[in-house]
């Protein structure tokens, strides 16, 4: 009985008329296009750029995932609409990280996505063993077959790569790399390293130039030196110098600029230079000779810059290793505080002491000063357990280097600039030109008289900048940095508002950032007023923009690993944790917590004690009960740890007192 209804449901199937009528039904029905959003029910809905959301019905989300983009038909039946997707647009899955799955013996993977939970069938290429792999183990797929793409019923991918095995200690990192497909060890070493210039270098091996670092740094990049003058200071800022063993466009730097940064993840770096250059040969080690690329700054008793630096090759020699924390106990006074043994490294410390201070004072009547915050720092052992969480505040050594550096890199965009016209310049256009108004209409409402055109120049923002800095609250603050451009890179001199500067180019980190690299091959065109080796284009700029943000988000994610990790002890206890909301909307709030940076997300369900009568709004940062504020970005709640997902790397909270009590 069964085979004869197969046999009848292909006939209908096959029946070309049947296709017809399918086909001219279809052509009668209204089609939309937009991008899948699943959720954890097995339905989903199709979301278009004009703000619309469809329904797709559990057996239709069989033929996509979470992000793809389609075409869909809407049907309607009982005055109820859903789409059917039908064209693929462009798929969210490509190239992506997923986790082993059997089923039924046969294997499958699922994506490492929250949103995604089934499994899709996969097959292994030859240089991946099935066998060797294990339930939950992360590997590297490639999505082969789509529904959608393919007329076919099922997904396939295939396997190129076991990233981690399940159970080894370092999968958040492996795993954060190997989706960004970014290596995590250093380059090669090609060994046999020689200066590659003979270019004339002053020799300044006599002056007390001395480095601030972290105790265990290596790759030392910078050393600092200052004298006193007439009229103030005259600072001399020396930089290691890559360049001169690295050529532009040999292996070395081909290599450099792919990476474009060393990826600093939490407790692991992977340099951007083979070790060997960046730790030794470059690194500004105490007591050894070393070639450097140097700028001497004069400025004023009110720190003041007086006229362009200028910038020179060098052969410098380190006279002091100095460390944050030891520097920052003796020059604030900390009982039993470490004392230099020399006491020209003390006049050093103390001088550059005073140039701090007086640039930190005079960016804060002529620029922007950044409000301080913390760092936090994780303690990780060898088996990828987080022992502490360190919070690292900004000291008085970290400032001298901060005020020493700014100046260098602002200093190197003005001579840039001029001399060049080109260079690698980081940049910021202040608020965003079709929110200012909205701006205004916000200030207004607080008490603060500003207009677009204000608003609109560099000395406007920083004045706005300021009287953020002075409220009480910082929720105004919060908001508008939600109207604000993204920084970016320039290849020409522009402003950057976000630090109240005319022209911000760094090089001060060659061993660290290519771009730094490049503007120190403009700078050596410039002292020999010759042309450039290396020019800034298009291409490069896309390159250390896409590499700058990918490192930033790896750093990030992997951050949110180790946090899960962490908490996940305190899943469910009775632990309070003092947080800050950073955001709201209508699904509930983003949490930090104050004592060690961890986001937490507060679902509407558990934040009050009546969802209904609760009304979040993520475009004024507000919740309301029953239309009385109760909580807005920039509060502070008390909450405890509810559920930790550390497959998920989510973190959800509740409030200790919940809204509307």
Same mark, same amino acid.
């Given at each position: 009985?069964?085979?004869? #209804?197969?046999?009848?449901?292909?006939?209908?199937?096959?029946?070309?008329?049947?296709?017809?009528?399918?086909?001219?039904? %279809?052509?009668?029905?209204?089609?939309?296009? $937009?991008?899948?959003?699943?959720?954890?029910?097995?339905?989903?809905?199709?979301?278009?750029?004009?703000?619309?959301?469809?329904?797709?019905?559990?057996?239709?989300?069989?033929?996509?995932?979470?992000?793809?983009?389609?075409?869909?038909?809407?049907?309607?039946?009982?005055?109820?609409?859903?789409?059917?997707?039908?064209?693929?647009?462009?798929?969210?899955?490509?190239?992506? &990280?997923? %986790?082993?799955?059997?089923?039924?013996?046969?294997?499958?993977?699922?994506?490492?996505?929250? =949103?995604?939970?089934?499994?899709?069938?996969?097959?292994?290429?030859?240089?991946?063993?099935?066998?060797?792999?294990?339930?939950?183990?992360?590997?590297?797929?490639?999505?082969?077959?789509?529904?959608?793409?393919?007329?076919?019923?099922?997904?396939?991918?295939?396997?190129?790569?076991?990233?981690?095995?399940?159970?080894?200690?370092?999968?958040?990192?492996?795993?954060?790399?190997?989706?960004?497909?970014?290596?995590?060890?250093?380059?090669?070493?090609?060994?046999?390293?020689? =200066?590659?210039?003979?270019?004339?270098?002053?020799?300044?091996?006599?002056?007390?130039?001395?480095?601030?670092?972290?105790?265990?740094?290596?790759?030392?990049?910078?050393?600092?030196?200052?004298?006193?003058?007439?009229?103030?200071?005259?600072?001399?800022?020396?930089?290691?110098?890559?360049?001169?063993?690295?050529?532009?466009?040999?292996?070395?730097?081909?290599?450099?600029?792919?990476?474009?940064?060393? #990826?600093?993840?939490?407790?692991?770096?992977?340099?951007?230079?083979?070790?060997?250059?960046?730790?030794?040969?470059?690194?500004?080690?105490?007591?050894?000779?070393?070639?450097?690329?140097?700028?001497? &700054?004069? /400025?004023?008793?009110?720190?003041?810059? #007086?006229?362009?630096?200028?910038?020179?090759?060098?052969?410098?020699?380190?006279?002091?290793?100095?460390?944050?924390?030891?520097?920052?106990?003796?020059?604030?006074?900390?009982?039993?505080?470490?004392?230099?043994?020399?006491?020209?490294?003390?006049?050093?410390?103390?001088?550059?002491?005073?140039?701090?201070?007086?640039?930190?004072?005079?960016?804060?009547?002529?620029?922007?000063?950044?409000?301080?915050?913390?760092?936090?720092?994780?303690?990780?052992?060898?088996?990828?357990?987080?022992?502490?969480?360190?919070?690292?505040?900004?000291?008085?050594?970290?400032?001298?280097?901060?005020?020493?550096?700014?100046?260098?890199?602002?200093?190197?965009?003005?001579?840039?600039?001029?001399?060049? $016209?080109?260079?690698?310049?980081?940049?910021?256009? $202040? /608020?965003?030109?079709?929110?200012?108004?909205?701006?205004?209409?916000?200030?207004?409402?607080?008490?603060?008289?500003?207009?677009?055109?204000? /608003?609109?120049? /560099?000395?406007?923002?920083?004045?706005?900048?300021?009287?953020?800095?002075?409220?009480?609250?910082?929720?105004?603050?919060?908001?508008?940095?939600?109207?604000?451009?993204?920084?970016?890179?320039?290849?020409?001199?522009?402003?950057?508002?976000?630090?109240?500067?005319?022209?911000?180019?760094?090089?001060?980190?060659?061993?660290?950032?290519?771009?730094?690299?490049?503007?120190?091959?403009?700078?050596?065109?410039?002292?020999?007023?010759?042309?450039?080796?290396?020019?800034?284009?298009?291409?490069?700029?896309?390159?250390?923009?896409?590499?700058?943000?990918?490192?930033?988000?790896?750093?990030?994610?992997?951050?949110?690993?180790?946090?899960?990790?962490?908490?996940?002890?305190?899943?469910?206890?009775?632990?309070?944790?003092?947080?800050?909301?950073?955001?709201?909307?209508?699904?509930?709030?983003?949490?930090?917590?104050?004592?060690?940076?961890?986001?937490?997300?507060?679902?509407?369900?558990?934040?009050?004690?009546?969802?209904?009568?609760?009304?979040?709004?993520?475009?004024?940062?507000?919740?309301?009960?029953?239309?009385?504020?109760?909580?807005?970005?920039?509060?502070?709640?008390?909450?405890? &740890?509810?559920?930790?997902?550390?497959?998920? %790397?989510?973190?959800?909270?509740?409030?200790?007192?919940?809204? $509307? #009590?």
């Amino acid at each position: 009985m069964f085979a004869s #209804q197969r046999r009848k449901s292909r006939m209908f199937q096959d029946n070309p008329l049947l296709q017809q009528l399918k086909a001219q039904i %279809r052509e009668t029905l209204p089609t939309v296009e $937009g991008t899948i959003k699943a959720t954890a029910k097995g339905y989903g809905f199709l979301e278009t750029d004009k703000g619309e959301s469809h329904f797709v019905p559990p057996p239709m989300m069989k033929k996509v995932v979470h992000g793809d983009r389609v075409s869909a038909v809407l049907r309607t039946e009982n005055d109820k609409t859903s789409a059917e997707p039908e064209t693929l647009i462009e798929p969210a899955l490509d190239r992506f &990280i997923a %986790r082993v799955k059997r089923f039924k013996g046969r294997l499958n993977v699922v994506p490492d996505h929250p =949103l995604m939970r089934e499994g899709i069938k996969a097959r292994c290429k030859k240089s991946v063993n099935e066998s060797e792999l294990g339930e939950g183990d992360y590997v590297v797929a490639h999505l082969k077959r789509h529904p959608l793409r393919e007329g076919d019923n099922s997904f396939i991918v295939e396997l190129s790569e076991l990233v981690a095995k399940s159970d080894d200690p370092h999968v958040p990192w492996w795993v954060i790399l190997a989706k960004h497909n970014l290596a995590k060890v250093e380059p090669a070493d090609p060994a046999g390293w020689q =200066l590659a210039e003979d270019a004339e270098r002053q020799d300044l091996t006599a002056l007390p130039f001395v480095t601030i670092d972290a105790e265990s740094t290596k790759d030392m990049d910078d050393a600092l030196h200052v004298a006193r003058t007439g009229l103030g200071w005259a600072l001399t800022v020396a930089i290691a110098d890559p360049t001169a063993y690295v050529q532009p466009g040999d292996a070395v730097d081909a290599e450099a600029l792919k990476r474009a940064y060393t #990826q600093y993840l939490p407790s692991y770096n992977v340099p951007m230079l083979p070790r060997q250059l960046a730790d030794e040969l470059c690194s500004l080690v105490e007591g050894a000779d070393r070639p450097a690329l140097c700028a001497r &700054i004069e /400025l004023a008793e009110d720190g003041a810059q #007086q006229g362009a630096a200028t910038f020179f090759l060098a052969t410098i020699r380190s006279q002091g290793k100095l460390a944050y924390d030891k520097v920052s106990d003796r020059l604030e006074g900390v009982e039993g505080a470490w004392q230099p043994d020399s006491e020209v490294i003390a006049e050093q410390i103390d001088l550059l002491h005073q140039v701090a201070n007086a640039r930190t004072q005079w960016r804060h009547d002529h620029a922007l000063v950044f409000p301080d915050r913390p760092d936090y720092r994780f303690e990780v052992d060898d088996q990828g357990n987080v022992l502490a969480i360190h919070v690292d505040h900004r000291r008085t050594a970290n400032r001298i280097v901060e005020e020493c550096m700014i100046l260098a890199n602002a200093a190197c965009a003005e001579r840039l600039g001029a001399a060049m $016209g080109q260079g690698v310049f980081n940049s910021h256009a $202040g /608020l965003d030109p079709e929110r200012i108004e909205q701006v205004v209409a916000m200030l207004a409402e607080h008490g603060l008289a500003y207009d677009a055109e204000r /608003l609109g120049t /560099l000395s406007g923002y920083c004045e706005l900048r300021r009287d953020l800095d002075s409220q009480e609250s910082g929720y105004l603050d919060a908001r508008i940095r939600r109207m604000q451009c993204f920084s970016e890179m320039a290849g020409t001199p522009m402003p950057h508002y976000g630090m109240g500067l005319q022209g911000y180019a760094t090089w001060t980190s060659p061993i660290r950032k290519y771009s730094d690299m490049v503007n120190h091959r403009l700078l050596k065109a410039m002292i020999a007023g010759q042309d450039p080796v290396q020019s800034v284009d298009e291409a490069l700029l896309a390159q250390l923009a896409q590499m700058r943000k990918l490192h930033r988000m790896c750093e990030r994610h992997v951050g949110d690993w180790l946090y899960a990790r962490y908490l996940k002890a305190d899943a469910g206890s009775e632990t309070q944790f003092d947080a800050e909301v950073i955001d709201l909307n209508r699904g509930g709030a983003r949490v930090r917590l104050e004592v060690n940076g961890a986001v937490a997300f507060v679902p509407a369900s558990l934040l009050s004690v009546d969802k209904k009568k609760l009304v979040i709004s993520g475009d004024s940062g507000m919740a309301h009960f029953d239309e009385a504020l109760v909580l807005k970005v920039a509060d502070r709640l008390r909450v405890q &740890i509810t559920e930790v997902d550390v497959d998920q %790397r989510s973190i959800l909270a509740k409030p200790v007192s919940p809204l $509307g #009590q």
